[in-house]
């Protein structure tokens, strides 16, 4: 039963300059008329009583003998105890990848630096003594980061992933929320999963 | 005489402890929980005590912690005395009210009859509007002294709207009263021994006006403009805070345990198990000897008048999650042109009804 | 009684609904001149979150200013940043593959719906009817899961790109739209049940809040609140943009112009979007995501790491920003509340000279104090949430 719309446009329109066959209005019912027991309130508060008493009922019992593949038959995740299954392609704080010998993947580009929408990244470059640039200063301000994913989308060498974090983030002090390059390092079996992704989303055959 | 002032005193102390020790804060809880369940959610129920959180029971006692160390202010420029009392005002009537509700019938302990109501007055339901009257000032002065344009609004739109739901539940209760002659609660609920004879098959028309106007009289969604979270901020207890805002509070709340049992009272059965009589209690409870079966048969009665009462509050709750509210005028028109003619025709049906 | 009037020294009461208050949601100033209840003048003051959005894109270059635009509409961010990317790529001249105009269908018809429910949920809350606002809420959960699955986060999308699209579907996007959709389309008929044939319901928004075609016209109305006046523009269908014209889709229209109609179109375009996502999600072919001009959209990272002349292009747009032709234009979307514009002006440099957007509710605010007058204070509430009002994009 369909209250919204009534399928007999009057063909009164105002002309916008598109024909009313790939225009396709249809108009809503306003003129509900409500038949006099409806407008005895009466009857509505039973119905929108049947309709909260239906999810009570289905929520109480959903208490008791739960749905098949979840706990409960409400819709809360109970944080944090539980947590939300988070989606492959979920960006959560950024982080620099650590190669084997700890030592960060980052050859100090600039790009994220430049890319970053909101100037959170300042790098100092460096080299060392066999020719290999790396970044001697690399400082993400976290409460600049806006978590848009662009320094993950930008850096040639994967050097820096959104992980899956989103927790102990907050910090009392604001100088702690500049984080420098050994709070930002994370070693690569860590963010192995968000490597493959990236690497499968920014693939050639996605292009 | 001395045992008359020991069950006065033991009504009075069971009363007050059921009602501000067990129906103030757990309907707090209910509110929470109940609303929550309907909304596909888990209500509040993280606070524990010693790791143990019984779904949320805690609440009401963090509550109360909370609002005692809060600071109790007086918003600059405001009337201090009026300001001060309008709570109080508020809450007295609220519980005051319960004292001529029967939550159960006539018993004989130990050669003494036992009636389980505090005061048995002759007026019985007049008292109840006469209190609730009084409310109105609580509100009226609460909105008026605060000094703010917004509790103003609201303490103006409380007093129109419960002054007129106040004529319209009095005439609403007449038909009541004529089909069964007597003012008296207790009266009423004894004539109510026979299923049949319940109110609610006698007076349908009656418990809808009056529930809604009992709703109204509460200032409970649909009817709580005088306290509209998105239009009036708080409407008029917007400047208050600590115990007192508490005390607006628990007033509803209270308010919301008398209108239940009023209700049951006069609709539905009181305190009558359907198709059971007291006779056929106490014949039930032969084993326990005659005194062991009035106080069994007491507690049976008593524990279904405050299921009863119990489905009333559950009832009063969805409501007011589900429904919109009204705007003021509206509440207004339904007042006077809905309600009222609505309850005159009532009146005169069942006085002709009466009469043949 | 004008005769008691003279005698009883009334005065009007000014009362100023700040920018806080619980129902101005989007931070806005109403200072209601009242006589009683009933409004005599209702001034509207905005800007209580003006962020700079223009000026801060003159400072970036064309791709740093997409995560901005999320933040202007921010419900429905893909939208905006769809109508951004579209503009530019106008400017530029350049026409993205086909599959990636359906996954911008697709992401533009997503966030439209999480505007609208978003939006029929707030009514719901300021009226009083909790319960409705909490149904819908869950259902803009489960959208969101959705756009979560896509791009990464739910609100700050960040996903369209200049040329493309940032990656491309998720595997099992179909099935769980399909789950999605089932569950919203169940909470659409408990939410229909409960207020549409309401009575209270209808006694607060019908006859409210009425306005006319030809002066919502005047006004500049677009989106909803012009089709609740019964005037069917639809930018999809007046200039159909993306794949939108293969798309089978209605224009509810209203009547009266009132906030119930405002209300039923809103909860027809719900049903709508869900139709024409459910039609693209068909239709999609498959093929590139991505132009291939690596002057204008970064190539992949097989390319970078591969290929010199994909990483030279891939630095200096970085660095310097793509470089559009210079010129200026004006690019219109449909946005959830009317015709989101966008005028960009290019001065052959790599950062934007003039990103101006032309937001749909800022003339629908500025129309309140015409929808108020002699109305009661009351009929703020439903008249401005229906109006969707959101901040980000009415201050910028």
Known sequence: MNTMTDRNPTPSFPNVGVPLEKLKPKRVRRRIELTLWEKLYVFEVLRGLYVTSRHFAANMIGFVVPPKGKKRSVFTVYYPEERVTLPPAYRGRPVLVARQDGSEKCVACGLCEKMCPAHAISIVPAERADGDRYPSSYILDMSRCVYCGYCEEVCPKEAIVMSAEYEGLAETDRGNMLYPKEKLLRSEESVKGRIQYIKRIYSKCNY | MLADFIESIAKIVFIFSINLGFFAPILGWVERKQSAVMQDRIGANRADIGGFTIMGLFHPIADAVKVLTKEDFIPAGANKFFHTIAPFICLVPAIATFAVVPFGGRYEIFGHQVNLVIADLDVGILYVFALASLATYGVVLAGWSSRSNWSLLGGLRASAQMLSYEVAMGLTIIGIIMVYGSLKLTEIGAAQANFFRWGIFLQPVGFILFLTCAIAENKRVPFDIPEAESELVAGYFTEYSGLKFVMFWMAEFLEIVTISGIVTTLFFGAWHLPFVTDAMLLSFFQFAGPNGAAILAMLVNVATFFAKVSFFIWLQMSIRWTLPRFRYDQIMRLCWKMILPISLINIFVTGLVVLL | ?396
């Open chain 3, 1 to 396: 009684m004008p005769d008691i009037e003279k005698d009883l020294h009334t005065d009007y009461m000014v009362i100023n609904m700040g920018p806080s208050h619980p129902v101005t949601h989007g931070t806005v100033k109403f200072l209601a001149t009242l006589d009683g209840e009933t409004i005599v003048d209702l001034k509207v003051d905005i800007g209580y979150l003006h962020r700079g959005f223009e000026k801060m894109c003159e400072s970036g270059t064309w791709q740093q200013v997409i995560p901005y635009t999320d933040r202007l509409n921010y419900v429905s961010p893909l939208i905006n940043n769809t109508g951004y990317a579209l503009a530019v790529e106008k400017l530029i001249g350049i026409d993205t593959p086909e599959r990636c105009k359906y996954i911008r269908v697709i992401a533009c018809e997503l966030s439209r719906l999480a505007d609208h429910l978003t939006n029929v949920a707030a009514a719901g809350l300021e009226l009083g009817a909790f319960t409705a606002f909490l149904y819908f809420v869950e259902a803009r959960e489960l959208v969101w899961d959705l756009i979560e699955d896509l791009c990464g986060a739910r609100v700050t999308a960040n996903y369209v790109r200049i040329g493309g699209v940032k990656s491309d579907l998720p595997d099992d996007f179909k099935e769980k739209t399909a789950r999605v959709f089932k569950r919203c389309r169940e909470l659409w008929l408990d939410v229909d049940k409960l207020l549409t044939k309401n009575r209270v319901f209808i006694d607060r928004v019908r006859d409210v809040g009425v306005i006319s075609g030809d002066e919502a016209i005047a006004y500049g109305f677009t989106g909803p609140c012009l089709r609740a006046c019964g005037v069917p523009y639809d930018v999809r269908k007046a200039q159909p943009y993306l794949v939108y014209d293969r798309m089978d889709f209605e224009v509810p229209i209203g009547e009266k112009g009132d906030n119930f109609d405002k209300y039923l179109v809103r909860m027809e375009e719900i049903k709508q979007s869900m139709r024409i996502v459910e039609q693209a999600l068909e239709q999609i072919p498959r093929g590139p995501i991505n132009i291939d001009m690596p002057q204008f959209r970064w190539q992949s990272k097989d390319d970078i790491g591969n290929r010199i002349d994909s990483l030279i292009f891939h630095f200096k747009t970085v660095i310097e920003g793509i470089k559009p032709p210079p010129g200026e234009i004006y690019l219109a979307v449909e946005g959830a509340n009317g015709e989101l514009g966008f005028y960009l002006v290019s001065d052959g440099s790599g950062k934007p000279y003039k990103c101006r957007v032309r937001p749909p509710c800022f003339v629908l605010t500025a129309a309140m104090s015409r929808l108020m007058k002699g109305r009661l204070i009351a009929d703020i509430v439903p008249t401005f949430d229906m109006i969707n009002m959101i901040g980000g994009e009415c201050d910028r």
